[in-house]
C-alpha cells in the first residue's frame, strides 16, 4: 500500500508564492511519473504538470514560467513551487504519482487528499 500525503496549500494574495509537496510512504519499489492536477469549484480536474522518471517536464500554458516541479527522489517527494499566483489558480491541488510495489508489477496510479490553494484578488 502506498500513502501520499500533500502540503502547502494556503490563502495567498495576487502576486504570491506558495510551495505544495507530496511526499509518498509504503510499500514503493520506484516511481515513475509524478504529476499535479487542480480542481476549481464547478470544473473538471485538469492536469497542471508532470514530471517523468526520466526528468522530463510539461506544464499547462497558463502557469508556464510561473509554476516548477520538482522532486526529491531520495524523500519519495514531489513539489510544485508556485510563483506569480492568479485568482484563476484557485483550486483543490492533487498529486498523482505512478508507483510499482515491486519490481514484475506495473505502475499504479496513487492520489494524494488534495490541498486547498486560494489566491485573493
Known amino acids: 500500500q502506498v500513502q501520499l500525503v500533500e502540503s502547502g496549500g494556503g490563502l495567498v494574495q495576487t502576486g504570491g508564492s506558495l510551495r505544495l509537496s507530496c511526499t509518498a510512504s509504503?510499500?514503493?519499489?520506484?516511481?515513475?511519473?509524478m504529476a499535479w492536477y487542480r480542481q476549481a469549484p464547478g470544473k473538471q480536474r485538469e492536469l497542471v504538470s508532470r514530471?517523468?522518471?526520466?526528468?522530463?517536464?510539461m506544464y499547462k500554458d497558463s502557469v508556464k514560467g510561473r509554476f516548477t516541479i520538482s522532486r526529491d527522489i531520495a524523500k519519495n517527494t514531489v513539489y510544485l513551487q508556485m510563483n506569480t499566483l492568479e485568482p484563476e489558480d484557485t483550486a483543490v491541488y492533487y498529486c498523482?504519482?505512478?508507483?510499482?510495489?515491486?519490481?514484475?508489477?506495473?505502475?499504479?496510479?496513487?492520489w494524494g487528499q488534495g490541498t486547498q490553494v486560494t489566491v485573493s484578488s
Open positions: 514530471l517523468t522518471r526520466r526528468g522530463s517536464t
Open positions: 509504503g510499500s514503493i519499489f520506484s516511481i515513475d511519473n
Open positions: 498523482k504519482l505512478d508507483a510499482r510495489t515491486t519490481a514484475w508489477t506495473p505502475p499504479i496510479e496513487y
